[in-house]
């Protein structure tokens, strides 16, 4: 199972950016998928997640920030709209097996490569 991520980019601050995740590979049946970031120096965090249709969010994006997917394609998005420079990071999509509502990185089985969201002021 392969996941890429794609979609970042250089925004001004305000702006709005969507992130895309594919799945390919073997069939790939996921209890939840989900997006994780990473700025330089800082841990692997939270973004958001979706498990069969529910979705829950960071704090820190909630309002902000939308997670969706699309079954047939595969796909998972992060739509991400009022950036802020404080969102400047590599930003990861990952798939659990085996977790509802995943939120812990040590939950989740795969991992994209990661893509960059550079946000400036």
């Known amino acids: 199972v392969q996941l890429q991520a794609f979609g970042g980019g250089l925004v001004q601050a305000g702006g709005s950016l969507r992130l895309s995740c594919a799945a390919s590979g073997r069939t790939f049946s996921s209890t939840s998928m989900g997006w994780f970031r990473q700025a330089p120096g800082k841990e692997r965090e939270f973004v958001a997640s979706v498990t069969w249709g529910m979705v829950n969010y960071a704090d820190s994006v909630k309002g902000r920030f939308t997670i969706s997917a699309d079954n047939a394609k595969n796909t998972v998005y992060l739509q991400m709209n009022s950036l802020k420079p404080e969102d400047t990071a590599i930003y990861y999509c990952?798939?659990?097996?085996?977790?509802?509502?995943?939120?812990?990185?040590?939950?989740?089985?795969?991992w994209g490569q990661g893509t960059q969201v550079t946000v400036s002021s």
């Open positions: 990952a798939g659990s097996s085996n977790f509802k509502r995943a939120t812990r990185t040590q939950e989740y089985d795969y």
